[in-house]
């Protein structure tokens, strides 16, 4: 019976050791936990950071884009020295790992739940960088044990040479493994655009410009110059708002090539095909005509044009509308000399003459005709590249659609008090008002 007895113990406390985890008791403080650690599953295309604070912080996410945990909330966690364990909450959720394996800069863990091994790898530094420029950040000062060897894991977005010395090649965020004799740990690389995003300059008064950008080196009442190592930038204020309409980047081609900046746009914007033809370029910041606010043009040379769009295709010129010939001169600044010489008609060629233009691949010339001094038509001439169907789709996202007779399609405005005719046979668009 004693026998039996001792048996059955044993089996007891055999049962209890395959419940704990895990086998081989590990000594890991909170201090060796501190930092912040990536697992990347390049395969699965899924990631995980964990942040640790001395203080019992605790952060979790699954974008490297927020490894910095800026506005995050944090979680809190603790160690359970006997099994090395790291209970974990965070956001109402909870984590429990066992870590099997400890080094400076990398631990493997098994989760209680999913049951899976992952190892994780100590961040060392974030390094930001853009096309071309190389890095090669002080390693031996952030990191502990002999390296080995340098690996991207993303070749597209940047590479790294086996001294390494990290280049950005495209618009994005990867990872750089140290495998070093205590692990290996990562650099994360943020891979800036070739340009520095203007956009966000469109519609600014200059005051705004300069207080944005810093003191620019010369400035009019309608242009302000700006200068780096790289690139010359030019605003040209709009006449009419004393908005920036249009910025100019004319760049050097020390650092980067024309099939670079076309990949850089191909990737950040959306490709507006009807205006993309030749060597022109064309996108859009949205991907759709209601929400689009900029335009981008490139032509293939080394000048890069932002061009800020009232309505997506075309300048609303129905603000015209009622405005007296001196009024119109003032809000699109002195117009070419008139094909006919009479008081009651004005004639623009698109060009610099008119700050506010959609641009000389979607109109022709706007024509402004009066009666007792006052407008009472607009009239836009279409390029007769663009296609029809493109038009109307702009028009119906803007205006009511009244009804379509033969070639003419109609449209108002809310009050049905301003009505655009569009003559897709004689490539016109006119504004005039429905009394």
């Given at each position: 019976?004693k026998?039996?007895?001792?048996?059955?113990?044993?089996?007891?406390l055999?049962?209890?050791?395959?419940?704990?985890?895990?086998?081989?008791?590990?000594?890991?403080?909170?201090?060796?936990?501190?930092?912040?650690w990536?697992?990347?599953?390049?395969e699965?295309?899924t990631?995980?950071?964990m942040?640790?604070?001395?203080?019992?912080?605790?952060?979790?996410?699954?974008?490297?884009n927020?490894?910095?945990?800026?506005?995050?909330?944090?979680?809190?966690?603790s160690?359970?020295?006997?099994?090395?364990?790291?209970?974990?909450?965070?956001?109402?959720n909870?984590?429990t790992?066992?870590?099997t394996?400890?080094k400076?800069?990398?631990?493997?863990?098994?989760?209680?739940?999913?049951?899976e091994?992952?190892?994780?790898?100590r961040?060392?530094?974030?390094v930001?960088?853009?096309?071309?420029i190389?890095i090669?950040?002080?390693?031996?000062?952030l990191?502990?044990?002999?390296?080995?060897?340098?690996?991207?894991?993303?070749?597209?977005?940047?590479?790294?040479?086996?001294?390494?010395?990290i280049?950005?090649?495209?618009?994005?965020?990867?990872?750089?493994?140290?495998?070093?004799?205590?692990?290996?740990?990562?650099?994360?690389?943020?891979?800036?655009?070739?340009?520095?995003?203007?956009?966000?300059?469109?519609?600014?008064?200059?005051?705004?410009?300069?207080?944005?950008?810093?003191?620019?080196?010369s400035?009019?009442?309608?242009?302000?110059?700006?200068m780096?190592?790289?690139?010359?930038t030019t605003?040209?204020?709009?006449?009419?708002?004393?908005?920036?309409?249009?910025i100019y980047i004319?760049?050097?081609?020390?650092?980067?090539?024309?099939?670079?900046?076309?990949d850089?746009l191909?990737?950040?914007?959306?490709?507006?095909?009807?205006?993309?033809?030749g060597h022109?370029?064309a996108?859009?910041?949205k991907?759709?005509?209601?929400?689009?606010?900029?335009?981008?043009?490139f032509?293939g040379?080394?000048?890069?044009?932002?061009?800020?769009l009232?309505h997506?295709?075309?300048?609303d010129?129905?603000?015209?509308?009622?405005?007296?010939r001196?009024?119109?001169?003032?809000?699109?600044?002195?117009?070419?000399?008139?094909?006919?010489?009479?008081?009651?008609?004005?004639e623009?060629?698109?060009?610099?003459?008119?700050?506010?233009?959609a641009?000389?691949?979607?109109?022709?010339?706007?024509?402004?005709?009066?009666?007792?001094?006052?407008t009472?038509l607009?009239e836009?001439?279409?390029?007769?590249?663009l296609?029809?169907?493109?038009?109307?789709?702009?028009?119906?996202?803007?205006?009511?659609?009244?009804?379509?007779?033969?070639?003419?399609?109609?449209?108002?405005?809310?009050?049905?008090?301003?009505?655009?005719d569009?003559?897709?046979?004689?490539h016109?668009?006119r504004?005039n008002?429905d009394?």
């Open positions: 019976m026998k039996l007895f001792y048996f059955i113990s044993l089996l007891g055999l049962a209890s050791c395959q419940e704990e985890e895990p086998q081989e008791v590990l000594v890991v403080t909170i201090a060796d936990l501190a930092g912040t990536i697992y990347e599953n390049a699965l295309g990631v995980e950071v942040k640790f604070t001395e203080d019992g912080d605790f952060y979790y996410t699954n974008d490297l927020a490894v910095d945990f800026t506005d995050k909330t944090p979680g809190v966690f160690m359970v020295n006997a099994n090395a364990s790291v209970l974990a909450s965070y956001e109402g909870k984590k790992l066992y870590i394996d400890m400076a800069n990398t631990f493997v863990a098994r989760d209680k739940n999913s049951g091994s992952t190892t994780y790898s961040l060392i530094s974030i930001e960088t853009s096309y071309n190389n090669t950040p002080s390693y031996e000062n990191i502990k044990g002999k390296i080995k060897s340098y690996r991207s894991h993303n070749d597209k977005t940047a590479i790294v040479d086996k001294w390494g010395t280049t950005g090649k495209a618009e994005g965020i990867t990872l750089i493994d140290i495998a070093t004799s205590e692990g290996t740990a990562v650099v994360l690389v943020k891979v800036g655009g070739l340009i520095y995003d203007y956009t966000q300059a469109i519609g600014l008064t200059q005051e705004e410009v300069c207080a944005t950008y810093g003191t620019a080196l400035a009019t009442p309608e242009i302000v110059h700006y780096t190592d790289e690139k010359m605003f040209k204020i709009n006449k009419r708002t004393k908005l920036t309409d249009a004319i760049y050097s081609k020390k650092n980067f090539s024309n099939s670079a900046l076309i850089y191909n990737n950040k914007y959306y490709i507006y095909k009807a205006e993309t033809n022109m370029y996108y859009t910041n991907s759709s005509f209601e929400s689009s606010q900029v335009k981008i043009t032509d040379s080394t000048n890069l044009t932002y061009l800020g009232n997506d295709l075309f300048e010129f129905s603000i015209a509308l009622d405005q007296t001196e009024q119109v001169v003032y809000m699109y600044g002195e117009e070419l000399t008139p094909m006919i010489e009479q008081p009651s008609y004005i623009y060629a698109i060009g610099d003459e008119i700050q506010g233009y641009g000389p691949d979607v109109m022709d010339e706007v024509s402004f005709f009066f009666d007792n001094d006052k009472f607009v836009l001439s279409l390029s007769s590249h296609k029809q169907e493109s038009v109307i789709e702009f028009l119906k996202s803007k205006y009511t659609y009244s009804n379509g007779n033969g070639n003419h399609q109609y449209f108002y405005d809310r009050n049905k008090k301003l009505k655009v569009y003559n897709a046979e004689d016109k668009i504004y008002r009394e």
